[in-house]
């Protein structure tokens, strides 16, 4: 799934870490069924934000009461840096999180 970072991150190069939100650039379908729509948040820390490298950690996404856990690769066991993209003159990211692990759900009304 792609989401934006909602803060410029360029203030941030002095800081260790700090929070971040995202938002869902696309609304999120399972098994056809729209579970999040787009603008739907998701937050983390971010650390080391220069325009090479960033790391997260623990980021959840948020739907209905329910947090679910992304992580930055397609493999589950992890390895490779986050992929991301600078958003033009702005100081935000775009980049592309996975689901970590499976959770239920409460069903679409």
Known sequence: MTLFAVE???SAASQTARPV????ANDL??????????????ADEVSSPESTRLSLED??????????PLRSTPNKGGGGALD????EDTGRIALVLYVARDVMLAPAR
């Open 8 to 10: 410029d991150l360029r």
């Open 21 to 24: 939100t995202f938002v869902l």
């Open 29 to 42: 379908a399972v098994g056809g069924v729209t579970s999040a729509e787009a603008g739907a948040k998701a």
């Open 59 to 68: 980021v959840h996404l948020k739907i209905g009461d329910t947090d679910v």
């Open 84 to 87: 991301f993209d600078w958003v």
